[in-house]
């Protein structure tokens, strides 16, 4: 019974199943792995609303680096994969997979690597890295954008790897290149990239790494900055974004979608210099809703910020892409930060079940209260639970140190709430949570299923003067 249910948690919250080692757990290890998304959503939910609690972790643990590359390069990020068991760490110049060992063992599986791609010459400098992205039941991809230490010399390029079957294999292997003529960044959905490059102005292609399939490079039209929120939804691009509203400068949210062209062979096309750029397709908006209309017109004063975690993601109660938003207003200071979370849905169909309309339908909205007035904030990741999200949210509030002097004190925070309110109750019931980091140190990933935060930092005594990455446990073993 516990195996089924704790399967059944994985294929809810889109947890990674390697993370669990099914064939070595006993009916305690299951129940206690099964149970512990329950556990973060009752801790979390014993906060009284309105008020701010505490999570102290039970240990924190820098994490090893691999001998083989430079001691003083410092790491810039770190993803834990839905799970907790296997973290992808970056620094400018390598790529490292850790294993924490399973959950439900943490303190009889000390952390190890298992591999890191790296040049001994160190040729190369390494960024754009994605989130690692599952595929299938037991694989995982990233990608990054690798370009030469002088940037007029090659490579400049995009590359994919896997790494699985896991457990047996937990290297790093190259799935695809795309050599580019200048910086990309991309979005990694299943096989296929987005990337972003701006040559001029800014285009879009779209490549499918196993199937060796590009679309011509195109462009939006329609589409301004900052972006809120990406998602690739079967053959559309969704972008939400901040639309100028007229021409005093006012802007206001806007969702925008648009049909992707045509992939076609690359055949010996694997640079994008040999695509002529000169001719690129532009691509109209076949949706464009404005937050300024029906359910989501309330939203349409407040300014959202840029997630650092830009994807969307799917709710089996809802089964659609989900936009998490977080708005602030455009007033002085204020103790207050707005969330909510919207999708997309259809209005009606023809007689042949094609859609009418597609509109933007606002699932929750809510609101937490820092004690004091905060100058500034930033989503740093999020986690999905069920039917709650956890947003790890940085904000800074300003304190006088003197009379002519203000310092902007930085405060981690978890902010938990549900991702579609119920009925007849729009809000008002997400909890908030502080955690105490050290001075100097950023969260960069959290994994609520298994109580387990990646954070970056000068914290190994080993090593105090270089940032390295470090994992807190907030569950007891």
């Known amino acids: 019974?516990?195996?089924?249910?704790?399967?059944?948690?994985?294929?809810?919250?889109?947890?990674?199943?390697?993370?669990?080692?099914f064939d070595e757990m006993d009916l305690c290890d299951l129940k206690r792995?099964?149970?512990?998304?329950?556990?973060?959503?009752?801790?979390?939910?014993?906060?009284?609303?309105?008020?701010?609690?505490?999570?102290?972790?039970?240990?924190?643990?820098?994490?090893p680096r691999d001998p083989r590359v430079n001691p003083q390069a410092e790491f810039l990020n770190a993803d834990i994969l839905p799970g907790g068991r296997y973290v992808v760490g970056r620094s400018a110049s390598f790529i490292t997979l850790w294993d924490l060992g399973p959950t439900?063992?943490?303190?009889?599986?000390?952390?190890?690597?298992?591999?890191?791609?790296?040049?001994?010459?160190?040729?190369?400098?390494?960024?754009?890295?994605?989130r690692p992205s599952p595929h299938g039941t037991n694989c995982f991809r990233i990608c990054a954008f690798f370009y030469s230490r002088e940037m007029n010399l090659n490579p400049r390029c995009l590359r994919v790897y896997e790494v699985g079957p896991l457990p047996r294999s937990t290297t790093f292997r190259l799935l695809g290149q795309l050599d580019t003529p200048t910086m990309a960044k991309s979005w990694l959905v299943g096989d296929r990239v987005v990337l972003e490059t701006a040559i001029g102005e800014v285009k879009h292609v779209v490549?499918?790494?196993?199937?060796?399939?590009?679309?011509?490079?195109?462009?939006?039209?329609?589409?301004?900055?900052?972006?809120?929120?990406?998602?690739?939804?079967?053959?559309?691009?969704l972008r939400l974004q901040r639309k100028r509203r007229d021409s005093e400068g006012d802007s206001i949210t806007n969702l925008s979608t648009w049909r992707i062209p045509?992939?076609?062979?690359?055949?010996?096309?694997?640079?994008?210099?040999?695509?002529?750029?000169?001719?690129?397709?532009k691509v109209e908006p076949d949706i464009q809703v404005d937050f300024d209309q029906g359910e989501v017109a309330s939203l349409c004063e407040d300014f959202g910020g840029t997630l650092v975690p830009p994807m969307t993601f799917h709710s089996p109660s809802v089964g659609t892409s989900i936009f998490p938003l977080f708005l602030h207003?455009?007033?002085?200071?204020?103790s207050n930060v707005r969330l909510c979370t919207v999708t997309i849905v259809n209005e009606g169909s023809d007689e042949f079940g094609n859609s009418l309309e597609r509109t933007v339908r606002l699932l929750s909205h809510d609101l937490f209260r820092k004690p004091n007035p905060v100058s500034g904030w930033r989503c740093r990741h999020y986690s999905v639970t069920?039917?709650?999200?956890?947003?790890?949210?940085?904000?800074?509030?300003?304190?006088?140190?003197?009379?002519?002097?203000?310092?902007?004190?930085?405060?981690?925070?978890?902010?938990?709430?549900?991702?579609?309110?119920?009925?007849?109750?729009?809000?008002?019931?997400?909890?908030?949570?502080?955690?105490?980091?050290?001075?100097?140190?950023?969260?960069?990933?959290l994994c609520t299923a298994s109580s387990r935060m990646a954070h970056i930092g000068k914290s190994n005594p080993d090593n105090p003067e270089v940032n390295t990455v470090c994992i807190s446990y907030f569950l007891a073993p």
């Open 386 to 445: 069920g039917d709650y999200i956890t947003s790890v949210i940085e904000t800074t509030t300003p304190v006088a140190v003197s009379n002519t002097r203000t310092e902007h004190v930085p405060e981690t925070n978890l902010v938990h709430s549900r991702i579609e309110a119920d009925k007849g109750s729009p809000g008002g019931s997400c909890r908030l949570a502080t955690v105490p980091v050290k001075d100097g140190n950023r969260v960069t990933s």
């Open 329 to 334: 207003s455009p007033d002085a200071l204020t």
């Open 104 to 130: 439900h063992h943490s303190l009889e599986y000390p952390p190890r690597i298992l591999d890191t791609i790296y040049d001994a010459a160190d040729r190369y400098r390494i960024t754009y890295l994605t």
């Open 1 to 21: 019974m516990w195996e089924y249910a704790l399967r059944m948690v994985c294929a809810r919250d889109g947890l990674f199943t390697p993370s669990y080692p």
């Open 262 to 281: 045509k992939l076609v062979p690359m055949e010996d096309k694997t640079s994008l210099s040999l695509w002529n750029f000169s001719a690129t397709e």
């Open 33 to 63: 792995a099964a149970l512990q998304p329950f556990q973060w959503n009752q801790r979390m939910l014993s906060i009284d609303p309105g008020e701010q609690g505490c999570f102290t972790p039970h240990r924190e643990i820098p994490l």
């Open 207 to 237: 490549w499918d790494v196993t199937r060796n399939l590009v679309t011509p490079p195109f462009g939006l039209v329609g589409r301004t900055s900052p972006t809120l929120g990406w998602a690739v939804d079967d053959c559309s691009l």
